[in-house]
Every structure is written in C-alpha cells, then in structure tokens.
C-alpha cells in the first residue's frame, strides 16, 4: 500500500456538537418502529461475546434484537437478556427464518472460524440486509469464501485490517487513514478502523476521525459493544456512515468518562453510559 499525506482538512474530527442524530419519537411510537437487530455469534465458549453484542444493540434503541447462538447459550442468555429472543442455532437453515423478519444484522462475536461460523456467515452474506461484520467475520472474509453485501460496516482491528489488505499490521498503523480508505473501495463498504482516534471511512470518499477514549479501553469485549450499538442504530433509521460516526464517538466517550475511573475498566460497564450519552446527543423526547 503505498504511503499518502492527508490534509487535516480532508479528515472530519467528530465533535459532540457536530454529530448526526436520531429522530425524536413521538408519544404514540411502538417497537416495530424501530428496527429488529439480529446477531448472530457466541460459538462455544465464546457466548459472552454475543450476549454483549446483544445487550449494546437493546439498550441503544432498537426495537426488537435478536440473538442466534449455540443452543447450549439459549439458557444463560434468557436469565441474563430476558428481553432478547434467543434462538440455538444448529445449521444455516435455521437462520433464514430470523433473516427474513430482520431489518439489521450483526455477525462475528464469537462466531469462530470453524464450521458452525462459516455456514452462517454464508447464509448472512446472503441476505439483502445492512449488516455490521466485526471479529471473526472479517477474519472469514480475508480468506476470500464470501462477500459482505452492500449497504454494510465492517469495524477491523489493526491486525484484521492487515489481514484483509494483505499487508503487515504495522503498515496499517504507519497510514491509518489509507489503510481505512484502501478498505473502503477495496470492499464497498463503510469502515470503522478501530485503535487510538478510530477512523469511520466511506468508499464515496469521507473520512472521519474520533479522538475520544482511554487507555483503560484496552480490554476485551469494547468491540462486541461497538457491533451492536452500530447495529442498533442501523435498526433506528441512521444512514450507515452516519450511524458508524455516532455509533464510535458514543462508544469512545463512555469508555473516556467510564475510564476515569482507572484501570479495571469492563466491556459491560460502558453500555449504561452510552444510554446516557444518547439521549444527551438525541433526546427521545422533543
């Protein structure tokens, strides 16, 4: 990838008093106005990752969300989410069902690269849906077995981005906004570039930055709470470039607020701040 400048000028610094924003609602609103998010993932041993995805994408304000999993998580996510429809999912057929009520997909925490993964994510790149692709999705997609289709988001880490480039993670980070970019066109589609001032790419060629965050964010479980607010508020009407720059400035900001707090910082401790954040930025009420 050859090495580029880019004028600030050419990059918009996302700001709290320049950011897009969900509609009111009105007094007579009901839930089928506002989305259903299905996310598909939680392999074995990996349920939390989904049930994060899944918590994030509730408390953001979709309407319905939807929870495809191994059946052995059914359990534990009914005590943990009772208000998430959570389905065992053996095969990809199963899915078509869920697919066809659905208005958002979020697919890739703790999906896993094995065969239960593969076949899902198979039977989700098929779907006419905006989607978000996070985790093991993209690691599925840099092998070259599917398609995201359009209208999506992707939201790779450096090395996933490397991964899906073909280069090395340090040629990623020495041009953040190329590599950002050269994804974008490479695969159509909006990208957030996570890491230290987070990067939201558009292939028509915008590009913004977040400079929001901590230190302390650097834990598991931060993008599974990213992929289902993206979901969320997908599911809420945002236009997808719009919904990935709200969606990482309140996901930056609540680690920012929750991180100075110190070390010890959990995925699940920033998913109440966004709700705060949100109805800061979009009140629910005029």
Same mark, same amino acid.
């Given at each position: 990838?050859?090495?580029?400048?880019?004028?600030?000028?050419?990059?918009?610094?996302?700001?709290?008093?320049?950011?897009?924003?969900?509609?009111?609602?009105?007094?007579?609103?009901?839930?089928?106005?506002?989305?259903?998010?299905?996310?598909?993932?939680?392999?074995?041993?990996?349920?939390?990752?989904?049930?994060?995805?899944?918590?994030?994408?509730?408390?953001?304000?979709?309407?319905?969300?939807?929870?495809?999993?191994?059946?052995?998580?059914?359990?534990?996510?009914?005590?943990?989410?009772?208000?998430?429809?959570?389905?065992?999912?053996?095969?990809?057929?199963?899915?078509?069902?869920?697919?066809?009520?659905?208005?958002?997909?979020?697919?890739?925490?703790?999906?896993?690269?094995?065969?239960?993964?593969?076949?899902?994510?198979?039977?989700?790149?098929?779907?006419?849906?905006?989607?978000?692709?996070? +985790?093991?999705?993209?690691?599925?997609?840099?092998?070259?077995?599917?398609? /995201?289709?359009?209208?999506?988001? /992707?939201?790779?880490?450096?090395?996933?981005?490397?991964?899906?480039?073909?280069?090395?993670?340090?040629?990623?980070?020495?041009?953040?906004?190329?590599?950002?970019? +050269?994804?974008?066109?490479?695969?159509?589609?909006?990208?957030?570039?996570?890491?230290?001032?987070?990067?939201?790419?558009?292939?028509?060629?915008?590009?913004?930055?977040?400079?929001?965050?901590?230190?302390?964010?650097?834990? +598991?479980?931060?993008?599974?709470?990213? +992929?289902?607010?993206?979901?969320?508020?997908?599911?809420?009407?945002?236009?997808?470039?719009?919904?990935?720059?709200?969606?990482?400035?309140?996901?930056?900001?609540?680690?920012?607020?929750?991180?100075?707090?110190?070390?010890?910082?959990?995925?699940?401790?920033?998913?109440?701040?966004?709700?705060?954040?949100?109805?800061?930025?979009?009140?629910?009420?005029?």
């Amino acid at each position: 990838m050859p090495q580029t400048k880019h004028p600030l000028s050419e990059i918009q610094l996302l700001t709290a008093g320049q950011l897009p924003r969900l509609s009111c609602r009105s007094r007579e609103a009901h839930k089928g106005q506002f989305g259903h998010v299905l996310l598909i993932g939680g392999d074995l041993g990996f349920a939390g990752a989904a049930l994060l995805g899944a918590e994030s994408a509730l408390r953001s304000g979709a309407g319905l969300v939807s929870l495809a999993t191994r059946g052995e998580h059914v359990a534990a996510a009914g005590a943990r989410l009772p208000e998430v429809m959570a389905l065992g999912v053996h095969s990809a057929n199963q899915l078509m069902g869920l697919l066809e009520r659905s208005s958002v997909v979020v697919i890739g925490p703790g999906l896993g690269q094995g065969a239960w993964g593969r076949s899902l994510l198979s039977a989700a790149a098929n779907a006419v849906l905006p989607q978000v692709w996070d +985790a093991d999705a993209l690691n599925l997609l840099a092998l070259g077995d599917v398609s /995201m289709p359009a209208g999506s988001v /992707m939201t790779p880490h450096p090395g996933e981005a490397a991964r899906l480039l073909g280069i090395s993670t340090a040629e990623v980070q020495a041009d953040r906004p190329a590599a950002a970019r +050269a994804l974008s066109l490479r695969y159509a589609t909006v990208v957030v570039l996570k890491g230290a001032g987070s990067l939201i790419a558009s292939p028509d060629g915008r590009l913004a930055r977040c400079d929001a965050g901590h230190p302390a964010m650097a834990t +598991a479980g931060l993008g599974d709470v990213l +992929a289902g607010l993206l979901g969320g508020l997908l599911a809420q009407g945002l236009a997808v470039f719009d919904a990935a720059c709200l969606a990482v400035w309140l996901h930056a900001s609540a680690g920012e607020r929750q991180g100075k707090l110190g070390r010890g910082l959990a995925a699940s401790d920033l998913i109440p701040v966004i709700r705060q954040l949100l109805e800061e930025q979009s009140p629910c009420l005029s």
